[in-house]
Each structure stands twice: as C-alpha cells, then as structure tokens.
C-alpha cells in the first residue's frame, strides 16, 4: 500500500497563495493522486486529481514531478472558507485498498 | 439529488450487540466502501466493493462485515461490536473508469458509533 505523509497542519492568511506537499515515495505506476477536504461533521469532498505534471480546475492546482514521490495541492487566494483538513490519497485503482494520509489541517485566518 | 445516505448518523450500543450501518447511493455507481475515521489516524478504509457481489478488505477489515448485493446499497455490519470500534464512519462510492480505476468519490454524511 502507497504511505502518504503531509505536514499535520499550516496556517495561511486571506488572499494568499497555499501550497500543501504529500510525499508518496512508494506510488506505483498505475496510482493516481487525489486530493479531499473535509470539514468538521461532514465528509470528505473531491477536490482535485492527478497522474502526472500539472491539473488544474476551477478550484485548485496540482502539481507532480517526473519521478511522481510527492505532489502539491495549490489553493490560490484562500480565504475563511478554505479553513479545513486536506487529505492527499494515493492509489486511485479499484482493485486495491485505498490508503488516506492523515490530513493537514489548514487554517486561514483573516 | 445525486447522494450518498447513510443510517443511523448517530448510535450508542453496547459490546456484542450486532448492528447494521446501512449505505446507498442513488448514481448508480460501481465502486462503493467504507472508512472509519479516527482522531490523529485520518481516514481508514475497511471494505471496498468494484460492484455487485464483489467486496475486498480494505487496511482495517477486522471485526467488519459487509455486503453488496444490490448495486446501490453497501451495509456495514458488526457482529459483536467493541469499544475499540467506537469511530466516526463514513461511506463512500464513485464511478469506475476504464481499466479498474475510479475517479471522484462521493461520501455519506457518517455515522457516529459509540460502543459501551
């Protein structure tokens, strides 16, 4: 199984630029990366997925190297609203069990 | 509304009652699981289902049953539940692609379970 690790939390202010970073040395070829978050009492919501080089969608970008070890959740301008655990998953393969990181915990603070 | 439900949101039992966490989804989707979700631990996944009478344990399948034999329903079943099942539990489906993998993952509002 593909072990993920993410910093346990960060703190951003409004209007800036967040970068979240997952390291996934054993990712295997076929896994994909995605990414979730989660507020408190809910479940988690998609946010972004990825292969290989760059994704983007109306709400994030993703970022992954060549050698595909870690990927990079890019929130551009956060704001209150993004305040909430992001997890990276790894392993995106109906076949095999699917493995969370445990969440980094983003703050933004006005 | 597309949605993942799931019943009861909240259940306080006692150790060795069997219980049954039901699941559905009205998308019509192939892939469907179960995680529990614990403080510091993040999500863990127990069983996952690629679709109808087909199920595979997940990292933390012990103590856990489950069943798919309805395409949209996915219920989660513990026999004699224990204290250490006490969780916040969530379940999940999604679209299976081409190839065996899935994409966006829809969840359930969870289910607080409390085992006394």
């Known amino acids: 199984l593909a072990k993920t690790t993410q910093p346990i939390s960060m703190d951003s202010y409004e209007g800036q630029e967040v970068n979240i970073t997952c390291s996934h040395n054993?990712?295997?070829?076929?896994?994909?990366i995605t990414w979730y978050q989660q507020f408190p009492s809910q479940g988690p919501r998609f946010i972004i997925q990825?292969?290989?080089t760059k994704v983007t969608n109306e709400v994030a970008s993703l970022f992954i190297p060549a050698d595909r070890k870690s990927s990079t959740l890019s929130l551009p301008r956060v704001s209150l609203s993004d305040t909430a655990v992001y997890y990276c998953?790894?392993?995106?393969?109906?076949?095999?069990?699917?493995?969370f990181g445990k969440g980094t915990r983003l703050s933004v603070i006005a | 509304e597309a949605q993942v439900t799931q019943n009861p949101r909240y259940l306080i039992t006692v150790t060795g009652k069997k219980l049954t966490v039901t699941c559905s989804q009205n998308?019509?989707?192939?892939?469907m699981s179960w995680y529990r979700q614990d403080p510091g631990l993040g999500l863990r996944q127990i069983y996952y289902?690629?679709?109808?009478?087909?199920?595979d344990k997940g990292d933390v399948p012990e103590g856990y049953k489950v069943s798919r034999k309805e395409k949209r329903n996915f219920p989660l079943i513990l026999e004699s539940p224990s204290p250490n099942q006490t969780s916040l539990y969530f379940c999940?489906?999604?679209?299976?692609?081409?190839?065996?993998?899935?994409?966006?993952?829809?969840f359930g509002p969870g289910t607080r379970l409390t085992v006394t």
């Open positions: 998308m019509n989707h192939e892939y």
């Open positions: 289902s690629m679709n109808v009478e087909v199920t």
């Open positions: 054993n990712i295997a070829t076929n896994d994909y």
């Open positions: 998953l790894v392993g995106v393969s109906g076949n095999t069990p699917l493995v």
């Open positions: 999940a489906s999604s679209l299976s692609l081409t190839g065996g993998g899935i994409y966006e993952q829809y």
């Open positions: 990825g292969y290989k």
